[in-house]
């Protein structure tokens, strides 16, 4: 747990996002495996707040209803009109002291769109105004463009922060600021609340700026302190989805590289995606062109890619996985997939089996040992170990209305071209014959067959196509065989 526990951290999440031209809330669109105000709510709890409080307004029911679903602990505050930053962390205050919580020590505020800001930066945050005995303290960061931020006012002999001033009511001389407002503060709760019953309206926007707690606290003789974030892209807030894509590409980056020294090779890092949700073990490979998606584990030496996606999908030591889309599947230790197989959900490969070249499976598991080496459609099936399906097999599971099961057992042998008609089932041992359509129980240990006799008509060629190609290709080949005699 923090050294600097805070009494509670509100996010601000009521804005529109009216740039990102879009049916989604702008907090709700993703980026590498978590929503844009899901990665500020993980970030956040690496504090271990005492509350954790989500300020919703536009589109609020779906907002809410996403929160409820990746965090059972976080509360809601509703924001009914966007009339400010501080307006909304006073509705997130309300919301806490309304249901009986008296505030004792820091509040933390972040926004709700900055997707990059991490644990660690709150933490130094924390740590500092805590050290620092602050009222306030406010993370702020160089940025090579500061336009539309608003601008750390610093007295010129001490460098004190003595205002926030928003791009829109700044002087020239304020705009030529570089060191900007990152949105995050920490403040003293009791400070806090007392300050924003004073905030008035009179600026350009006719809104509560919850930066003018700033001067309010100071002008009321309080400490207000900065903290100056180590990497200004941390703070990146997304307004539209140019900037989207830029802090995917940054998030996807940072992933990687962690993933990277903890000892997963990353053959390129430029065409390789991965989710936050990510797991790995040392010594696994990642080839070109591959995504890694949700609760998706790669075990230790094992090999993914290249141009495959995995969605929580484990991959068991050793195993290679080329050319691959799957989707919640379980893939054993040292077992092989595709190249271009298609691993849909509840397809589980035990130690050492293989799904080979243009293989689907479903629902079905395959035991350890066995083989669908090529162009097969697996669906609803459990096959023993050690068992070999012949190419271009279909497990027929659907009978137009319901899905039936295929049970196959150890040590078989099925031919290559077989209907294995479901429900159906296939003892240990048994053989069963190329071309067979299956519709029927195989005992252990015998040989099915379920195809036409072949019959072959003799001169019919002859008799049919007379003169053609054929007839004389055959005609010479039965002269051939005359005088071989
Ligand atoms: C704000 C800061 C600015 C800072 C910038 C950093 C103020 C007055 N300005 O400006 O100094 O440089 O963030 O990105 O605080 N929100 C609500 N309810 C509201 C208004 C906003 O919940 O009534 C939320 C938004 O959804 C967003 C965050 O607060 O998550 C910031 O609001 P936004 O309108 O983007 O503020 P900026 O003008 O960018
Ligand atoms: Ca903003």
Redesign the pocket.
């Known amino acids: 747990m923090s050294a600097n526990r805070p009494a509670a951290v509100v996010v ?6 009216t740039r990102m031209k879009s049916a989604t809330p ?2 709700l669109h993703a980026i590498c495996g978590r929503s844009l105000v899901g990665h500020v709510v993980a970030a956040s709890r690496e504090l271990s707040p005492e509350h954790l409080v989500v ?1 919703v ?2 589109a609020r029911e779906q907002v809410t209803a996403h929160l409820a679903e990746i965090d059972a602990e976080v509360r809601t505050a509703v ?1 009914h ?8 962390v006073r509705m997130g205050l309300e919301e806490l002291s309304g249901s009986g919580v008296a505030l004792d020590g820091t509040v933390i505020v972040v ?4 997707p990059l800001l991490t644990g660690a930066t709150l933490e130094r945050l924390a740590s500092a105004h805590a050290t620092d005995g602050n009222a306030v303290t406010v993370l702020t960061a160089e940025v090579p463009d500061s336009t ?3 601008r750390i006012v610093r007295d010129a002999a001490s460098g004190a922060v003595t205002a ?1 001033v ?1 791009h829109k009511d700044a002087t020239d001389a304020q705009r030529a600021i570089r060191e ?4 995050v503060f920490a403040f003293d709760a009791q400070l806090l609340t007392d300050a924003l019953g004073k905030v008035r309206t009179d600026n350009s926007q006719g ?1 509560e ?3 003018d707690v700033l001067g309010i606290l100071r002008e009321a003789g309080h400490r207000v302190g900065a903290a100056v974030a180590g990497d200004h892209r941390e ?1 990146l ?1 997304i ?1 539209n989805r140019v900037q989207l894509a830029e802090a995917r590409r940054l998030l996807n980056q940072r992933l990687l590289e962690r993933a990277m020294l903890s000892g997963v090779t990353v053959v390129d890092p430029g065409t390789t995606w991965i989710d936050a949700t990510v797991t790995f073990e040392p010594d696994a490979l990642v080839h070109p062109g591959t995504q890694l998606l949700g609760a998706t584990h790669l075990a230790a030496h094992s090999e993914v890619g290249p141009n495959s996606r995995l969605t929580d999908t484990t991959v068991g030591e050793g195993a290679v996985v080329s050319f691959t889309v799957a989707d919640r599947a379980e893939v054993g230790a040292g077992a092989g997939v595709g190249p271009y197989a298609y691993l849909r959900p509840g397809s589980r490969l035990g130690a050492k089996s293989k799904a080979g070249t243009y293989v689907e499976m479903k629902n079905a598991s395959l035991g350890e040992g066995s083989k669908v080496p090529h162009l097969s459609y697996v669906g609803d099936a459990t096959i023993g170990d050690h068992t070999n399906i012949g190419a271009a097999s279909v497990f027929v599971n659907y009978d137009g209305v319901n899905k039936h099961h295929t049970t196959i057992g150890s040590h078989c042998r099925t031919g290559a071209d077989n209907m294995l008609v479901a429900p159906v089932t296939i003892g240990d041992g048994a053989y069963t014959a190329a071309g067979s359509v299956i519709t029927k129980d195989v005992p252990p240990g015998s040989l099915a067959v379920a195809r036409g006799q072949q019959r072959n008509i003799e001169g019919w060629v002859a008799r049919k196509r007379p003169g053609s190609a054929a007839a004389r290709a055959a005609e010479n080949a039965h002269q051939d065989n005359q005088s071989d005699q």
């Open positions: 601000l999440a009521a804005g529109e996002g702008k907090v300020v307004g536009h924001q009109e966007q009339n400010g930053t501080g307006h909304a926004c709700g769109d900055t539309g931020y608003g926030i928003e900007i407002n990152s949105g809104e700026y919850l930066t703070i807030g307004n």
